[in-house]
Nanobody
Framework: QVQLVESGGGVVQAGDSLRLSCADSGRVFSGYIMAWFRQAPGKEREFVAFSRSDGNTYYADSVKGRFTISRDNAKTTVYLQINSLKPEDTAVYYC?????????????????WGQGTQVTVSS
């Protein structure tokens, strides 16, 4: 059973960096697509990035160059490094998972979700 727990959010200033973590406490990590989404107040949940179990990654165009997704299969943890934070990055960031090796930008594709971690960027 996949159980996802995010951490690493906080209140930061524009230009700062953050690293979000998502740990799978169920330790059923291998063979799962791991993804990050975010949801700003009043907006729909937005795809950010996904990582296949073989390490291949895919990003939303809006975050390319500033966001990096990585995973440590031994630690059953996926990370999201965010650099040069902007106020428009303010959102709740969610980790998601689905068994298999095909990723998707669609939130409904993923079976498992964490509770989210809040990132607030002040200007």
């Amino acid at each position: 059973q996949v159980q996802l727990v995010e951490s690493g959010g906080g209140v930061v200033q524009a230009g700062d960096s953050l690293r979000l973590s998502c740990a799978d406490s169920g330790r059923v990590f291998s063979g799962y697509i791991m993804a990050w989404f975010r949801q700003a107040p009043g907006k729909e949940r937005e795809f950010v990035a996904f990582s296949r179990s073989d390490g291949n990654t895919y990003y939303a165009d809006s975050v390319k160059g500033r966001f990096t997704i990585s995973r440590d299969n031994a630690k059953t943890t996926v990370y999201l490094q965010i650099n040069s934070l902007k106020p428009e990055d303010t959102a709740v960031y969610y980790c998601a998972a689905r068994r298999g090796n095909t990723g998707s930008r669609t939130a409904n594709y993923y079976n498992y979700w964490g509770q989210g971690t809040q990132v607030t960027v002040s200007s």
